[in-house]
DNA sequence: TTTAATCATGCAATATCATGCAACTTGTTT
DNA sequence: AAACAAGTTGCATGATATTGCATGATTAAA
């Protein structure tokens, strides 16, 4: 048997079965597993396969990198991301909402941290398909493209045979009287019917966000849990959340 | 034993076996391993054989395909694309179903051309957010890493609602009497759901997807409607094929 | 945490390779 | 017939590649 013929069953193999193991490609092709691994190393170097431990996978499909696109832009956004992160425990399942905050939560989930996340958005999933622990559950429905998610009945409807062991959202507007509130009526419903199925809600935006009122109410303050926000926010307005029982943590 | 019969003997053998090895040959023509080598190393250069270490392979097209699925924009799934694109009526719903090529039929529509576009997969409906005439319906479901697309139970049952004016697949495998064939079970079961619903199925693939199975079959050749290929294909296959009423259309 | 599997690395034995060279063949010229 | 040129072959040499094993590091899983 020679080497490249060794390649090309591999290949084959993965092709076919679309995983490989090591400890299987050497007895199979009666060589030491020294050598299957060199093999995959080869042919992962060639970009031919995807080199994993124990074995090897196939490539996946390019993935855009949207990373790019939002990681210059927002380091405001991004510091409120990597703060939610840290509220989240291993196994949970999680949902990100929408909006560009969760984006950033999405890109900045560690690789090693097992978690089942649930999102309407699409540009979640595509950021989570190399997460390897990560197991995405994308809401169906009407693709709503002002804010990049789907929405509808259908979406409404899967999110109520589902229950979240943290709801992250990102603000549109929060009043201390007129409570969560957003700016397109069917993005709040769907929210609305999501919040209702999270033992906790996070909420994050900067300090612009408060105190301000937009279009169509979601819930009242009583509904949510957390305030992540930066150390730019007015006081008086945090007293006023506070004193309705929401916690709040300032960023600087 | 002259060096023309040796270099015959070789490609026979090649042909036959399916590989030769330097040593094996010079026991049985009874030449020097450096004449068979040097025998090798001439018939590479006239692009006969594939020379690897220790022998040689008969030339693959499978070697090309791996290639080519690297390539960050496929000219060659581009093309297929855009005749794919040709098919459309304004206001039909069609499918895409997922993979590379259906992503660049939604780069390749029209942007004045109103559409209702189901896909499964999320790239699909961020491609088409900035269409303006085309409404989007993504199906829900848990997200599939390794063909970037949901499945499951839940898109199947909203594809079951649903109907299709054309429903477009890029191939894994079209062989003439196996039928369209998938990679991956889940796949392979929700692909049959979608065709059912639709009125048309338009599959794309190169020359190297026909003629080939894959693991898991999706439908027989009869419930395809129009192959959309290019001009490498072998035409005893496509005869093949035509005969169980696949129309087939070539681009060059 | 512990344990077992998997891995990277260096090493030595072997196989394969490229190169130069001399011997040989073949066909042609002198 | 002898001389020659061009191509082919086998061998010697050193270079390179491949393989299995030993070692210790790293990772995955219990």
Known sequence: MLLAERQNYILEQLNTKG?????????????SEDTVRR????????????????????????????????????????????????????????????????????????????????????????????????????????????????????????????????????LCALHPERGFSAKYIEEAEIMRVTIEQADRTIVMGGHTRLGKVSSHQVVSIHELDLLITNDLAEQTVLDAFGKQGLEIVQIS
């Open 19 to 31: 995983r490989v193991s090591a400890t299987d490609l050497a007895n199979e092709l009666a060589v």
């Open 39 to 170: 093999d995959l190393n080869k042919l992962s170097d060639m970009k031919l396969l995807r080199r994993v431990h124990g074995g090897a996978l196939p490539l996946q499909l390019e993935v855009p990198d949207y990373a790019d696109r939002l990681e210059k832009r927002n380091p405001n956004k991004q510091k409120l991301a990597r703060e939610a992160v840290k509220y989240i425990e291993p196994n949970q399942t999680i949902m990100l909402n929408s909006g560009e905050t969760c984006r950033y939560i999405a890109m900045a989930l560690p690789r090693d941290l097992p978690l089942t996340v649930v999102s309407a958005c699409p540009l979640i999933a595509c950021e989570l398909a190399h997460h390897d622990k990560i197991d995405v559950i994308l809401l169906g429905g009407t693709f709503f493209k002002p804010a990049l998610r789907c929405l509808g009945t259908i979406a409404a409807d899967m999110i109520r045979k589902m229950r979240f062991d943290i709801c992250f959202m990102g």
